[in-house]
């Protein structure tokens, strides 16, 4: 079993950064691709970012390109989403999520694993 945590969220101002961590135990960590994904109030959850086992191979959903960098220690087991710039729709419950998938994927339904979810507040 894979139980990932994440922690990091806050409330922040316009134009603010924050780096959210994940931090998975269970089952060793590079087997896994890390997914980020969000979910602002009444609506879906929808794709932010996912990064292979390695860390070499990323992809960005495109309101969040240029603005938010997904990264991966895998010597402390944790999973990073560095963001700057945010924005005031960047308003969520940010989680990560575990697949044994080796090709990237945005499609949530992929991953088998899933954190709690740590809320980020950007006021304007």
């Known amino acids: 079993q894979v139980h990932l945590v994440e922690s990091g969220g806050r409330l922040v101002q316009a134009g603010d950064s924050l780096r959210l961590s994940c931090v998975q135990s269970?089952?060793?960590?590079?087997?896994?691709?890390i997914g980020w994904f969000r979910q602002a109030q009444a609506k879906e959850r929808e794709f932010v970012a996912a990064i292979n086992w390695s860390g070499a191979t990323t992809n960005y959903a495109d309101s969040v390109k240029q603005r938010f960098t997904i990264s991966r220690d895998n010597t402390k087991n944790t999973a990073y989403l560095q963001m700057n710039t945010l924005k005031s729709e960047d308003t969520a419950v940010y989680y990560c999520?575990?697949?044994?998938?080796?090709?990237?994927?945005?499609?949530?339904?992929?991953?088998?694993?899933w954190g709690q979810g740590t809320q980020v507040t950007v006021s304007a």
């Open positions: 269970g089952r060793p960590f590079e087997t896994y691709q």
């Open positions: 999520a575990a697949t044994g998938l080796s090709d990237l994927t945005n499609n949530a339904r992929e991953y088998d694993y």
